[in-house]
């Protein structure tokens, strides 16, 4: 996967002058008020796993430049101490790993509340070097004020990853008042931001589209999310016939009634014992009556289709190895990470033709229209057969696939956060 380090048509910039920034490398803040702000739930979101790797690679990269800070939950904006981050990044990884659905309430709600005291926000030193602030969630973006006062209280410059344009470029998949909330998003980022990141060109390319985002004259780097593929743990609950897994939130744009309806004809057609099951990997969202009917009171499916929510990272992992193939037939996405966590882990994947699937997949995946269900009934009936030539085929392709790690992502905050000082 390329990783686009230059100075992309629409963004701005000027040069970096290397040996000015050797002798005056700035001071990074890394913004961590989207870990903070989920310290109750037990199992992370997509945007959850990208602040916690920001928070570990930049430890390992940045070393004593590297400073902390978060709006808390009280809403005070201020500085984290080093050794008190330390300790909550481990035990939050260690709660992913181990916990999820099984985590004890009472346990957690009483954590909760040690870590919001322990992370409570302190004083802004004063500024004796340059200093960028990096925000990698969209937490608080919707709120201007509140994004210009913290960059004006550390006297930074300020870069943050923008995710995805979805709520406004297709608002008809978003929650009631998502379109709107998203734009006053688009509208912080125009004014604030002293450099973007985006995390892959569809992004960009949106980015640009869109009326008053104002990238023009800023630094932008696209910079595909890193991935890191640990060895998966044995699970004693999968099941014995093989399954195919979806991984997301159940919300109108991942397409998740298509799968079902696919499901529901595969079992008409085999029978229920002779049709592959279907994991849904995820929590419930919003705008869901018919899949939810479907789930709920489609009989035919009892057994077949199984919802598993907020599964630790050791199961997560069990499950996703296991897989005849993930499927992904999501109507848009801002970049398909779980495309290439399954490719890392040498699990096909089927999957809808988006940009922002192929800059995730590249050539490996197969790609089928979102809407074509006959087709993905077939992709399933060829991959559910181990032998079968076509997923024998993108075996053989997933065996060239490489994945774009972390530090390479890194390369590219760094390489920013040095420019927007130099500018």
Not at 68 to 78: D, E, L, Q, R
Not at 216 to 244: E, M, N, Q
Not at 269 to 295: M, Y
Request: with cysteine.
């Amino acid at each position: 996967m390329k990783m686009f380090n230059e100075i992309l048509d629409g963004g701005g910039g000027c040069p970096i002058q290397n040996l000015a920034l050797q002798r005056a490398r700035p001071e990074l803040v890394l913004d961590l008020s989207r870990l903070i702000a989920r310290v109750l739930h037990p199992a992370p979101t997509g945007v959850d796993r990208v602040e916690m790797a920001y928070a570990r690679n930049l430890m390992d990269r940045a070393g004593d430049r590297l400073r902390f800070s978060a709006i808390h939950p009280c809403g005070v904006y201020g500085r984290l101490r080093d050794a008190d981050v330390r300790a909550f990044i481990d035990h939050t990884l260690k709660r992913w790993e181990f916990g999820g659905v099984y985590e004890d309430p009472a346990v957690r709600y009483r954590h909760a509340m040690r870590w919001l005291w322990r992370l409570r926000p302190r004083s802004v030193p004063a500024k004796t070097k340059p200093r960028v602030l990096i925000q990698p969630s969209p937490n608080h973006l919707d709120r201007q004020g509140t994004i210009a006062a913290k960059v004006r209280k550390e006297q930074a410059r300020y870069i943050c990853l923008v995710h995805d344009l979805i709520p406004v470029s297709h608002p008809e998949y978003a929650r009631p008042g998502g379109s709107a909330r998203h734009q006053l998003r688009l509208q912080t980022i125009a004014s604030e931001a002293h450099g973007i990141l985006v995390n892959s060109q569809a992004t960009l390319h949106a980015c640009l589209r869109h009326e008053g985002m104002g990238i023009g004259g800023k630094p932008v780097r696209v910079a595909p999310l890193g991935i890191d593929v640990p060895s998966p743990a044995v699970s004693p609950w999968l099941p014995p016939r093989p399954y195919f897994v979806i991984l997301g939130t159940i919300e109108p744009r991942k397409n998740h009634l298509l799968l079902l309806l696919v499901w529901r004809d595969l079992c008409e057609r085999l029978g229920p014992a002779q049709t592959p099951h279907l994991l849904i990997v995820g929590r419930r969202g919003w705008e869901n009556e018919n899949v939810l009917d479907l789930l709920e009171r489609c009989t035919v499916l009892n057994g077949v289709v199984r919802e598993l929510d907020r599964l630790p990272d050791q199961e997560l992992r069990s499950v996703l190895a296991g897989a005849r193939a993930l499927l992904m037939p999501s109507f848009a996405e801002g970049f398909g990470l779980p495309i290439a966590e399954a490719l890392a882990t040498g699990v096909p994947v089927i999957a809808s033709d988006l940009a922002s699937h192929r800059e995730a997949g590249g050539d490996v995946p197969d790609y089928l229209d979102p809407l074509d269900g006959a087709a993905w009934r077939q992709a399933v009936l060829a991959y559910a057969d181990l032998a079968s030539t076509r997923r024998l085929t993108q075996m053989a392709r997933i065996a060239t696939w490489s994945p774009t790690s972390w530090t390479c992502h890194i390369d590219a905050v760094l390489d920013l956060a040095d420019e927007v000082v130099a500018c």
